[in-house]
T-cell receptor, first 117, second 117 residues
Framework: GESVGLHLPTLSVQEGDNSIINCAYS??????FIWYKQESGKGPQFIID?????DKRQGQRVTVLLNKTVKHLSLQIAATQPGDSAVYFC????????????????FGQGTTLQVKP | GAGVSQSPSNKVTEKGKDVELRCDPI?????LYWYRQRLGQGLEFLIY????????KSGLPSDRFSAERTGESVSTLTIQRTQQEDSAVYLC???????????????FGPGTRLTVL
């Protein structure tokens, strides 16, 4: 079945270092991916997205890389700050084309990012 | 502007009781989603509304779960004869709807934490 999973459950980094959070997906037909940040007691917050016709997309301090060959997605956070501490989820919309698209998202398990001062 | 709101924020109930969880989406958003998040897990899709119709109910785990939406606004998720395994955070999200074209960002509410004793 479809699944989106993460390689590591917890990532601990020093403040100021760069963070890399990885994600593997199994549905080769998926063509739209999103990274979410979830802080304790809150709902997920959109960070950045990428379509399958791209292999890299940059935002403010964040970069998402997509490798379709090995079905791998990563989120890079530059100069990690204490405020970046949260759980990060990758999500997949496998039906992002056509009128049948319901927009439902398939989420991975999540990676906890801990930023040490 | 107001984001997605959910009520109650916390609900404790006894096994076998019925519960109703409410979601108020962002005004003007035609699409509405319910997800469930068990402790330490990613989000599981439950149901999707476009307007007041639910074209995708594929994630509802059993017939004890139902949802409705009225006035293309408020949605209620009802769980009948609750079981301990229903304990989770129930998250609601809304989006503009696919009629706008392109990717359709989902905005999440803070969730309702349900505990079944």
């Amino acid at each position: 079945g479809e699944s989106v999973g993460l390689h590591l459950p917890t990532l601990s980094v020093q403040e100021g270092d760069n963070s890399i959070i990885n994600c593997a997906y199994s549905n080769s037909a998926s063509d739209y991916f999103i990274w979410y940040k979830q802080e304790s007691g809150k709902g997920p917050q959109f960070i950045i997205d990428i379509r399958s016709n791209m292999d890299k997309r940059q935002g403010q301090r964040v970069t998402v890389l997509l490798n379709k060959t090995v079905k791998h997605l990563s989120l890079q956070i530059a100069a990690t700050q204490p405020g970046d501490s949260a759980v990060y989820f990758c999500a997949e919309n496998p039906l992002s084309h056509g009128s049948s698209n319901t927009g439902k998202l398939i989420f991975g398990q999540g990676t906890t990012l801990q930023v040490k001062p | 502007g107001a984001g997605v709101s959910q009520s109650p924020s916390n609900k404790v109930t006894e096994k076998g009781k019925d519960v109703e969880l409410r979601c108020d989406p962002i005004s003007g958003h035609t699409a509405l989603y319910w997800y469930r998040q068990r402790l330490g897990q990613g989000l599981e899709f439950l149901i999707y509304f476009q307007g007041n119709s639910a074209p995708d109910k594929s994630g509802l785990p059993s017939d004890r779960f139902s949802a409705e939406r009225t006035g293309e606004s408020v949605s209620t998720l009802t769980i009948q004869r609750t079981q301990q395994e229903d304990s989770a955070v129930y998250l609601c999200a809304s989006s503009i709807g696919w009629t706008s074209g392109g990717e359709d960002e989902q905005f999440f509410g803070p969730g309702t934490r349900l505990t079944v004793l």
